[in-house]
């Protein structure tokens, strides 16, 4: 008499634990990723507030450079006063500040200029915080 060919209950049991057992790891790796993407999305807009102000700063020369801030902001440097019809609060997240410090008091050049942008994360509430300097000569 022939055995019949095929899985045992056991067998089947073992590897849906081990399937279940890797959906579930993956399912923890995708969520560590989606965080990741969010985290760095800011950073990334952060930076690009610092490139900005650094870019408007130099537009107007080491001469007229003054202190300032500005804030809260939404990724593209846009206040809550400037869409007429404001996107969710939320988006707001981002401070931004600027230092600028003449190299030859007196003279009117060149400028040491520090801006920093810093935010919350409103998933981890950590401080979060970046910055650049620059020289701006007339």
Known sequence: MDKEKGFSLIE???AATIFSIGLIALAGAQLVSIRSTQSNYNFTAATSLVGQQLEDLHAV???GLVNGSDGPLDMLGRTVEDYQ???DAANFIFN???TCTPANPGTGNPS???VE???TEARTGANRMVSSDAIITP
């Open 12 to 14: 089947v049991l073992i």
């Open 61 to 63: 020369g080491s001469a």
């Open 85 to 87: 019809n404001p996107p």
């Open 96 to 98: 931004r500040t600027w």
């Open 112 to 114: 040491i200029v520090h």
């Open 117 to 119: 942008v810093r935010w």
